[in-house]
Every structure is written in C-alpha cells, then in structure tokens.
Nanobody
Framework: QVPLEESGGGSVQPGGSLRLSCTPS????????TGWFRQAPGKEREFVASIVGSGGSTTYSDSVKGRFAISRDLATNTVYLQMNALKPEDTAEYYC????????????WGHGTQVTVSS
C-alpha cells in the first residue's frame, strides 16, 4: 500500500493557482521531511519544495521560490503545496515523497497528480 496520496491537480490558465495535498494513508505515518517533486514528459524528476516535520523549516527550488508555498497541517499530517502565478513550464506530474529520518533518502512516494498550465 502506497503510504502517501496526492490530490488537487488540474488544469489552469497561466497566472492561476492550485493547491496540492499530500495525505498519509496511516495516522502513525510521521515523516522527518516531506517533499514535493515534479516530472514533465521527457524530463527527469526535479525537486520543488520540502518541509521538515518538526520545526517546519522549508526549502524551495529557484524556479518556484516566491510563487509556491509548502505547509503542513500537524493535526492531519497533511502537507500542502500552494501554487500561485502558475506558468506553462510548471506543467508536470507532481509527486510527494517522504524521508523518515535525516540520514534517509526519499523512501516513500505517492502516485502523483497532474498539473497542466495552458491557455
């Protein structure tokens, strides 16, 4: 069973907004770090943003800094990615991944949610 599930993708026009959600399948799933990644057709998967579970420290790729915001709902362990001022180059399949400790790789992934930005 995939421990993470993404939702919130869709089609929007340039300049629009979407909010993605990453929800763990089990209530006991507490990741050290949750990250959002994306993969466009013919390209490698790339890092978008991450958030540390305890203190909320966040990191963003340069391509989304100032437009996207990652946050966590501690009550539900849901991680959100608020995407504003979307551009056609943001079109991709978006995945959330989880690291369980500081020395771990991203071990758990969801199936992804598609984001399409076009006019």
């Amino acid at each position: 069973q995939v421990p993470l599930e993404e939702s919130g993708g869709g089609s929007v026009q340039p300049g629009g907004s979407l909010r993605l959600s990453c929800t763990p399948s089990g209530s006991t799933f507490n990741a050290y770090m949750t990250g959002w990644f994306r993969q466009a057709p013919g390209k490698e998967r790339e890092f978008v943003a991450s958030i540390v579970g305890s203190g909320g420290s966040t990191t963003y790729s340069d391509s989304v800094k100032g437009r996207f915001a990652i946050s966590r709902d501690l009550a539900t362990n849901t991680v959100y990615l608020q995407m504003n001022a979307l551009k056609p180059e943001d079109t991709a399949e978006y995945y959330c991944g989880a690291r369980m400790d500081p020395f771990d790789i991203y071990k758990y992934w969801g199936h992804g949610t598609q984001v399409t930005v076009s006019s």
